[in-house]
């Protein structure tokens, strides 16, 4: 078997094992598989009990990863996430305890009700797989994989992410509302025990490492690569917008065309790659002006307005 079909088939595994928990969100699971497969981080923007923890958790379970969680309240530290070293009175030395930034899977509940320094702990760790602490790096287990939530709704209390945090983060990302028959079907499944609790691992953690070096191997035609320059640049132009996306957006995009290219068993990028990933990919990274906020005009309306305008290329 060849590693693209390999890869495609385990990631469809993962996908398959996560459905058994999460019902009828298909997009949602795919986008989340997509940013664990391009070593990106994932948040979640959405109310209350749509099923945003279940999900971290299934994923964890269904690849047999080590999984912690953080409620984020405004009295967290940022030694609550990264650890700290304590004195022990029998030795006499200082030791290092780890914190739950020390996994695979890292749930970061409510993200936004901590502190602006406390959210700014997870930055090293997001970007640089690394935690700093009394001087003494330490690194990160891999796969490292942070899904932060927020709730969109509820502002009191809160401390809205800042744009250097936003910018770590690869892929936005909207649950919804099950439909009617899809929230019987869940009804159904939590009759006598959640789901959740029969997930089992698929997909080991040292194959979704061969399959995170597998998508960085993923052909993209170097038209395709000015075409999602171009993508961004128009974003940095519009006049709706006050903030376009940084350079951090064009390499988000790059490689989560090139998980979805994976995921769909092809070794090369489409430009249908492309257009489905740039709304998760930009509209976080990009700030309206105060007068299109009058308008009620909103980011992935920006997107799609972009999306359409740049010309796309005709791949040899």
């Known amino acids: ?28 699971v ?21 099923g945003k923890t279940m999900l971290a958790r299934s994923l964890a379970a269904s690849i047999g990863a080590n999984y912690r969680r953080i409620q984020f309240t ?26 739950p930034v020390f996994t695979n899977i890292l749930l970061a ?11 700014s702990s997870l930055l090293e760790c ?33 401390y809205p992410l800042p744009e250097a945090q936003l910018d770590r983060f690869l892929m936005r990302i909207h649950m919804g509302y099950p439909a009617p028959e899809e929230e019987v079907t ?28 597998y998508v960085k191997e993923v052909h993209i035609d170097p038209s395709l690569k000015h075409y ?15 903030l376009g996306a940084s350079p951090r957006a064009s390499l988000g995009l790059m490689r ?11 070794g090369y990028v489409l430009p249908d790659d492309i257009k489905a990933v740039a709304p998760a990919v930009i509209s976080h990274r990009i700030f309206l002006k105060p007068e299109a906020l009058v308008r009620q005009a909103d980011t992935q309306q920006v997107v799609a307005e972009v999306l359409d305008q740049v010309p796309v290329p005709a791949l040899p």
Not at 30 to 50: Q, Y
């Open 126 to 158: 997001m970007e640089e797989f690394q935690v700093t602490v009394d001087g003494v790096t330490r690194p990160l287990a891999r796969p490292f994989f942070v899904i932060a939530t927020e709730n969109p709704i509820e502002y009191r209390g809160t």
């Open 74 to 99: 405004p009295d967290l530290l940022p030694a609550d996430i990264t650890g700290t070293s304590i004195f022990n009175q029998k030795t006499s030395e200082f030791a290092f305890r780890e914190g």
């Open 30 to 50: 795919e986008l989340v598989v997509m940013g664990l497969l391009c070593n990106g981080h994932i948040l979640i923007e959405d109310i209350p009990g749509v």
């Open 109 to 119: 509940d409510e993200i936004n009700r901590a502190t602006p320094k406390t959210q």
């Open 228 to 242: 999602l320059v171009d993508v961004v640049w128009q974003t940095r132009e519009h006049t709706m917008l006050s």
């Open 256 to 266: 989560a065309g090139q998980a979805r290219a994976a995921l769909y068993g092809r």
């Open 1 to 28: 078997m060849d590693t693209t079909t390999w890869t495609a088939e385990r990631a469809q595994l993962i996908i398959r094992e996560i459905e058994t928990v999460i019902v009828g969100k298909r997009q949602a």
């Open 186 to 213: 869940i009804l159904d499944r939590q009759m006598k025990q959640h789901p959740v609790h029969s997930v089992k691992p698929v997909v080991p953690t040292d194959e979704v490492r061969q399959m995170q070096e």
